[in-house]
Nanobody, 123 residues
Framework: QAHLVESGGGLVEAGGSLRLSCAAS????????VAWFRQAPGKEHELVGF???????AYVDSVKGRFSISRDNAKNTVYLQMNSLKAEDTAVYFCAADPKDYASAYASGYDIWGQGTQVTVSS
């Protein structure tokens, strides 16, 4: 059975950095589209960005130039590097994966989800 486990969240001051990890078991992430979503209190899941099977990445405008997604095939882990964090980045961050050759911008496009990790940015 496939599982995703996020880690690396925490409390950081505005302008700081965090790196989130999404480790997989029972699933090979290099054969999947993997996305990062976030959910703030009272809001829907919001796409942050994704990485395709072939390593192409894309991001929403609000995080472009600040966040980056990478993958370590040897560790079967995808990372979300978050720099220049802002208070509005505060949310629970989820990674999601699906074994297909394109990446969806919608939460409904992913069947496998992690439990989420809290990121809190103090202003």
């Amino acid at each position: 059975q496939a599982h995703l486990v996020e880690s690396g969240g925490g409390l950081v001051e505005a302008g700081g950095s965090l790196r989130l990890s999404c480790a997989a078991s029972g699933l090979t992430l290099s054969t999947c589209a993997v996305a990062w979503f976030r959910q703030a209190p009272g809001k829907e899941h919001e796409l942050v960005g994704f990485i395709t099977r072939i390593g192409e990445t894309a991001y929403v405008d609000s995080v472009k130039g600040r966040f980056s997604i990478s993958r370590d095939n040897a560790k079967n882990t995808v990372y979300l590097q978050m720099n220049s964090l802002k208070a509005e980045d505060t949310a629970v961050y989820f990674c999601a994966a699906d074994p297909k050759d394109y990446a969806s911008a919608y939460a409904s496009g992913y069947d496998i989800w992690g439990q989420g990790t809290q990121v809190t940015v103090s202003s």
